[in-house]
């Protein structure tokens, strides 16, 4: 049999970002539980700020009655002498019975002991206490708290607590608090607490108490508020999903409500107002024809007639916020941006400061622009002498507004804020970007540097780190990365790849490297070629036939990769490629450093005539990129198959078997320019 189960867990406001981050793993965790009790059904967990809630809609009433079956060692080795062995005794143990209870059964050619035992199904009501107790134990908040006389803990104290079977109470207890058949509506509707009477009615007495409970609707209800907002007043209002998430997950009852603020504090960059209305009040703000506006949304969970007061309550609350940014603001900017105190500032043990940082980047870049200076001028018609004075200036300034009172106060915003002050203060335009963009990209698929100067700085800013945390001894090791250095490799690799430049990695860790203490840089460069394997999206062997070529410039290896991928995935490529592989085995043990001569007048047949001839075209035709190569390449194949069908490569007479030998390998080492053909696998 089958009934309804409602498990309410009334807790105090819990946290929305220690809930939000770990809200999948209590539904699983919980249909782990049902599993492990065998008392496996389909169920939904709910939350509102004040409660944690199980619902099922059909809970089996008690276990199914099952069948243990345990097989053992063989007799022979069970027992010895008619006396039982310590194998024997132990599956005994195993089984929680004397040995003399064991039986036997014939398995095979053998006969081994055997054990059979009928386990009766429990009801599900004795067994709700334990399994709730565990789901509440696998719940890692993270910090938690504890109440009263208590030794145990949970996210927030416990308040009240009901297990329903049916309409039964089921007797649990849970951090002293015992199950009824009470719960608490909104607290503005009344503090008390409320009978359910019948279980069916639990939501509908909680919606009538201002009380949604499902988060997919309060979700729904905000968004449906946020659109007739947007269409009265004519203003677009900036939903940032996480932010909706967590006011969802701090709501039972949410109203959208529009407040407003004086418009001086509009001389503020848009990002400190708006981190100050997200980050400290949770308010979401609000844009006209693209630009700010003095007015932002909050979504209250008051219950009333009058929300005059709660938009009163919030226009004052953000105030002197944005009065102390646009303090910090002005006090900045009459400072203006300077890089003094950063001396004193720790980057990391055994990297000195970050005035020793700054030092180290600007070496860095200026290498780097070397690298790319015939670019760099042409995008940006300015001469070599002027482009490394501003490539010194944007590192300097870089990490300046570290130093600033707006960074202090809002620390997320470093380098936005340098940005705003190097504009206003009338540096190079090519500088203020480069600091705006100096950390991009920020994770996978972030927005790039919008400029291969910007992309120089963020790409110094990023060796600096790697080179210098490895020769510290600060390698990542498993999935361990505390200084996101695997992320540092992505956006170099994102950015050489965006603007088309090369990076030779052998060569400029070997350069860069003479800055640092001595360490190993050959782990260093096998870091960042891991990186690789993950930065494309191709078949893990079409990478490592493109990295067994030798080459080791990322952007070259992107685009073989991006062309030999293209090929393989054809759906006639396996096909293709049984002769190709061919070609590699027959090239295995025959050196490509050598001098592979070939002596046409060796040959014999038609066939060598026609594929020399074929080979020849082939490379001797200019192309625009790998992808053409590599087809021409494989267009090979049917003359290799004619070849392979009438010619006999290992013949007796060693000079004809050389010069066979160096055709087939000949093609071989041709592939092996852009990939080596072996490493393939389809």
Request: hydrophobic fraction near 40%.
């Amino acid at each position: 049999m089958q009934q309804p189960l409602l498990i309410e867990i009334g807790v105090e406001e819990l946290p929305a970002i220690p809930l939000l981050k770990i809200v999948k793993n209590i539904e699983k965790s919980w249909a782990n539980i049902l599993k492990d009790y065998k008392l496996d059904c389909d169920f939904e967990f709910l939350y509102t700020p004040r409660r944690l809630v199980l619902i099922h809609s059909a809970m089996p009433l008690r276990q199914e009655d099952s069948v243990l079956e345990l097989v053992g060692p063989p007799l022979n080795v069970a027992l010895k002498d008619g006396e039982p062995t310590p194998a024997g005794l132990g599956f005994a143990k195993k089984c929680g019975v004397e040995f003399d209870e064991l039986g036997s059964i014939q398995k095979g050619n053998r006969e081994v002991l055997f054990f059979k035992k009928e386990e009766k199904g429990s009801d599900t009501k004795e067994l709700l206490e334990e399994m709730i107790t565990k789901w509440i134990a696998s719940m890692s908040f993270g910090k938690m708290m504890r109440w009263g006389d208590r030794s145990d803990e949970f996210i927030r104290p416990v308040r009240w607590l009901q297990v329903r079977l049916a309409n039964d109470s089921v007797d649990v207890e849970l951090f002293g608090v015992k199950s009824d058949t009470k719960t608490y509506l909104h607290r503005m509707v009344n503090y008390d607490s409320v009978d359910v009477e019948d279980v069916s009615m639990f939501e509908d007495i909680l919606r009538d108490g201002a009380v949604t409970l499902r988060p997919l609707d309060r979700r729904e209800s905000i968004l449906k508020e946020f659109e007739a907002l947007e269409d009265e007043h004519n203003f677009m209002i900036d939903i940032d999903e996480s932010l909706l998430a967590e006011v969802v997950a701090i709501t039972e009852n949410p109203k959208a409500l529009v407040g407003s603020f004086d418009e001086t504090f509009l001389e503020l960059p848009p990002e400190v107002i708006i981190t100050s209305m997200k980050e400290h009040q949770r308010y979401f703000p609000v844009f006209e024809n693209a630009k700010i506006t003095n007015k932002f949304v909050v979504v209250s969970n008051a219950y009333t007639d009058d929300y005059s007061k709660v938009v009163a309550g919030n226009e004052r609350v953000l105030k002197p916020r944005l009065a102390d940014g646009l303090f910090f603001y002005r006090n900045d900017l009459k400072r203006g941006l300077s890089t003094d105190g950063l001396d004193k500032v720790q980057f990391i043990d055994g990297l000195g400061t970050l005035s020793d940082k700054i030092n180290r980047e600007k070496h860095i870049s200026l290498r780097l622009l070397a690298l790319y200076m015939d670019k760099l001028e042409a995008q940006t018609g300015k001469d070599s002498m002027e482009l490394e004075k501003l490539m010194d200036r944007a590192v300097e300034l870089a990490k300046a507004d570290l130093m600033s009172e707006m960074v202090y106060e809002f620390t997320e915003l470093q380098g936005l804020m340098g940005y705003y002050y190097a504009k206003a203060l009338g540096e190079d335009e090519l500088v203020y970007n480069a600091i705006k963009e100096q950390y991009m990209p920020v994770g996978e698929g972030a927005e790039l540097p919008s400029t291969l100067f910007s992309s120089i700085v963020a790409m110094s800013i990023k060796l600096d780190t790697l080179i210098g945390l490895f020769s510290v001894g600060k390698i990542p090791t498993g999935s361990k990365d505390p200084f996101a250095l695997r992320r540092a490799v992505n956006g170099i690799i994102r950015i050489v790849v965006a603007n088309d430049i090369s990076f030779d990695i052998d060569n400029i860790v070997d350069i860069l490297s003479s800055e640092y203490k001595e360490y190993d840089k050959e782990k260093l460069k096998e870091f960042i070629i891991e990186r690789i394997y993950k930065a494309f999206d191709a078949n893990a062997s079409v990478i490592s036939a493109v990295l067994a070529s030798g080459d080791r410039d990322i952007n070259a290896i992107a685009k073989k990769v991006k062309a030999l991928h293209e090929i393989v995935s054809q759906p006639n490529f396996k096909e293709l490629f049984s002769t190709f592989k061919r070609v590699a085995n027959i090239s295995k043990d025959i050196d490509l450093d050598s001098d592979l001569c070939i002596d046409n007048t060796l040959f014999e047949n038609d066939a060598e005539v026609t594929l020399y001839d074929e080979y020849e075209k082939v490379i001797n035709t200019p192309y625009n990129n790998y992808k053409e190569k590599l087809e021409a390449l494989f267009g090979l194949k049917e003359h290799l198959d004619r070849y392979f069908d009438d010619v006999m490569v290992n013949v007796e007479d060693e000079k004809i078997k050389a010069n066979r030998q160096s055709m087939v390998a000949t093609i071989y080492k041709a592939f092996k320019e852009i990939a080596d053909i072996k490493e393939i696998t389809v």
